[in-house]
Each structure stands twice: as structure tokens, then as C-alpha cells.
């Protein structure tokens, strides 16, 4: 019995089964890491006991010479990590980190220029049940229907018709580079601001694996749990020109006291990442995902925009006889892991969909490679072809995930 289950043996017996089907189990959420055993450690440190609301040298409890000095590390590091001239360190989530970046520069009522989520983009990017929808005027751009990808000229010409002040660009769900120099340009073209919302794609950015937003984008958000492999939480990146105004909208706009021990494991996951073996990390990353949907096409199956630039794929099931919903389900019962996802002009609904998305940042941090991801492609197109393949696939999931423990010697 380990510390938790002198307390609680329950707590203690759904971790240890989270743990087995983490190990055990392929997972391809595009969302979803494994983070550092530092990280983790830092997270279930004795920072959680600490309050301290404000910002390093400027807070409202004593005690705090020490968590600052973790804040402070935090901040030079992600301002060292992505070259920008602010970091907000503190946002619980991306969801917080995108509504104080709004919060920032505009007001209630104000037109956004934003992604459709069917098409890829976020909840708070103004769809209509999240605050974002409800609290401002939004467009949305999509894909194009001949390429599915971004258009330019369609954000573009959106643009010059709802003038709004602000556009956002990045997704949830978009397996292309996003070209920031283009928004940029367009943003300026209207005398709108642009926010980024990197939050999928922060670990390419940090290594150069995608292009950066920085000297683009006026406000950029992200999480630090993505392709980034830090602790859950938010973070926005700026020049010093808007520091003060996300800084008050985090604290005391909507956050009250900072999670010092997140923040602290945020400062590790960046010291982490400006090392070399992130930057190679997010290569195989990129390779990965390349080599997962080059055996998928070949094995019939048809991927949005015919492929992928990043760390992954969204297949589409419209001329299939199974939806998103049905995939997710039977790849479950093998053992591998991922999520329906909503194509472009979905006919489905959202809790059905006409597609799944793959990610390939988890199964790269185990150690494996562009063959071990053909393997896994060739383990989905057995599933998705004839559920009779579930079974003996299960047995081959698991044996690859023994290969490639979760913690190596552990
Ligand atoms: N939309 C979630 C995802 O990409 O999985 C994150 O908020």
C-alpha cells in the first residue's frame, strides 16, 4: 500500500488502473503527453501548500520568497524558450489564458475573427455554449473545400466584411502548418489585432519544427501540457507593450492565488525544452505523424488535407460506412485510444461525427519511432476494416506498449 492508500484506497485503486491503461494501452489523444518524472514530482510538491496572489515581489501574502523565486524562473525561461519580451505563467488553462487575453484588448460585444470549431478550431474560440460565443461578436473562417486547409483569401475577404478587432488564429484539430505572417498581414489590412492560440503546436514552435508567431501576433496563448509535455496549465506570451493588461485580467480579472506548484513544474518542463533532445523529440514528433498517415492512405483511408505537417492526423470517414463515434469505440475495445472528431462540413452530429483525430506526441515521448508508428497505423486500418481484427490487435497493442515503457526504469 503506497502513501494514498493509507488514506484512501480508493483514490489509491483508480490510479494504480489509470496507470495500467496508460502503460498498456496505445494512446493517440493529440491533446495528451507524458510528462517528466521532475515535472510530475514538482506537481505533488509541498508548493501546493502555499497561496500567493500577485505577482513575484508584489503579493498580497508573506512567505512567498520562495515560490517567487520559482515564478521568476518560470518566466525567464519561457521568455527565453519562445524569445518574447512577457510571459503570464500563471493561467490554470488555455481556456483562462484565452479569456484574459480577450479580456485584455477588448470589450463585451466586440467582433472576432476566429476558426469555425467544426472545422478545427476551439470552444473558446466563440463557439456559443462557451463564454467566448457568448460574450462577443464572432466570424469564423473554415476550410476550404478543395484544399482543407486554411484559405487566406477566405479570412481575408471575411475580414474586410465584419472588420473585427481582433482575429485569432490556431486549432484544436488542424494537421497543417498555420501561416501567422498571412493572418498577420491581413489583421493589419483591418486595423485588427491578432492573437495566436498555439496551445496544440507550442512544442514545435519552441524548437522551430512549426513557425513561430512571435513578431506576428500582438497576443499569444497556449497550454503547457500539449506537444509542450508540462504540467497542465496556460500560458500567454506577449511584448511588453500589453504585459500590464493581461497581467491584471489573470490577477485579479479572473484567477485568484497562483498554483505555485504548477508553476514550478512549468519551470521545469521549460528548462526541459530548451534542451537538444526536445528539439529532436519534436522532429520524430513530426516524422511520426507523417509515417502514420503515409500506411493509412495506403491502406485506403482518407485523411483531411491528404496528410500532415504536424504532430497529427484527422481522418475522414464521410465516404465510410462508420463514424467517428463507431471508430472511437471499437479502436477503445483494442486498446488504442483516440477521439471523434467533427470534419468540415459535417453532416453528423457532435456526439457522432464523420471523423477521429490521431496524435502522435504521447507514443513519441515512450521512444517510438516512424516503424513503430506504421505499426500502429496498420493496428487502426485492421480495427476500422473488420471489428473481427479487435482482438488479436489488442494483444499486439499491448505487446508494443511493453517495448516502450511509460518511465523507463521506473
Ligand atoms: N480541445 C482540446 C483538445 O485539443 O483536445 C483542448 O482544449
Redesign the pocket.
Known amino acids: 500500500m503506497g502513501i494514498i492508500g493509507k488514506t484512501d484506497s480508493q483514490i489509491e485503486k483508480i490510479i494504480q488502473q489509470e496507470a495500467d491503461r496508460q502503460e498498456y494501452e496505445l494512446n493517440l489523444?493529440?491533446?495528451e503527453n507524458i510528462v517528466s518524472q521532475a515535472v510530475m514530482a514538482a506537481q505533488g510538491s509541498i508548493l501546493t501548500n502555499k497561496y500567493a496572489e500577485g505577482y513575484p515581489a508584489r503579493r498580497y501574502y508573506g512567505g512567498c520568497e520562495y515560490v517567487d523565486q520559482a515564478e521568476d524562473l518560470a518566466i525567464e525561461r519561457a521568455k527565453k524558450l519562445f524569445k518574447v519580451e512577457y510571459a503570464n505563467v500563471q493561467p490554470h488553462s488555455?481556456s483562462g489564458a484565452n479569456m484574459a487575453a480577450y479580456f485584455a484588448v477588448l470589450n463585451p460585444g466586440d467582433r472576432i475573427l476566429a476558426m469555425d470549431l467544426s472545422h478545427g478550431g476551439?470552444l473558446t474560440h466563440g463557439a456559443a455554449v462557451s463564454f467566448s460565443g457568448k460574450l462577443y461578436d464572432f466570424a469564423h473562417y473554415g476550410l476550404s473545400p478543395e484544399t482543407e486547409r486554411i484559405d487566406l483569401n477566405q479570412v481575408e475577404a471575411l475580414a474586410k466584411k465584419h472588420r473585427p478587432k481582433l482575429i485569432v488564429a490556431g486549432a484544436?484539430a488542424y494537421p497543417r502548418i498555420i501561416d501567422f505572417k498571412g493572418f498577420s498581414q491581413i489583421a493589419k489590412s483591418v486595423n485588427a489585432l491578432f492573437m495566436v492560440d498555439m496551445?496544440?503546436i507550442a512544442g514545435l514552435v519552441a524548437t522551430g519544427v512549426h513557425p513561430s508567431p512571435v513578431g506576428f501576433a500582438d497576443l499569444i496563448t497556449s497550454t503547457t501540457h500539449k506537444t509542450l509535455r508540462g504540467p497542465r496549465g496556460g500560458l500567454i506570451l506577449s511584448s511588453e507593450r500589453y504585459a500590464k493588461a493581461i497581467g491584471s485580467q489573470i490577477f485579479p480579472g479572473i484567477q485568484g492565488g497562483p498554483l505555485m506548484h504548477v508553476i514550478a513544474a512549468k519551470a521545469i518542463a521549460f528548462k526541459e525544452a530548451l534542451g537538444q533532445s526536445f528539439t529532436d523529440y519534436q522532429k520524430q514528433v513530426v516524422k511520426n505523424a507523417s509515417a502514420l498517415a503515409f500506411v493509412m492512405m495506403e491502406r485506403g483511408y482518407k485523411l483531411i488535407s491528404g496528410g500532415t505537417d504536424n504532430h497529427m492526423v484527422l481522418v475522414d470517414f464521410s465516404q465510410k460506412d462508420i463514424s467517428g463515434k463507431d471508430a472511437e469505440e471499437r479502436l477503445g475495445r483494442a486498446g488504442i485510444t483516440v477521439n471523434k472528431n467533427t470534419i468540415p462540413n459535417e453532416k453528423r452530429g457532435p456526439f457522432v461525427t464523420s471523423g477521429i483525430r490521431i496524435g502522435l506526441p504521447l507514443v513519441t515521448s515512450r521512444g517510438m519511432d516512424e516503424k513503430a508508428s506504421k505499426r500502429i497505423a496498420g493496428f487502426i486500418c485492421d480495427v476500422l476494416d473488420d471489428q473481427e481484427n479487435i482482438e488479436i490487435t489488442a494483444g499486439k497493442v499491448k505487446d508494443l506498449c511493453l517495448q516502450y515503457p511509460l518511465y523507463k526504469g521506473k
Open positions: 489523444i493529440a491533446s488555455g476551439h484544436s496551445a496544440h
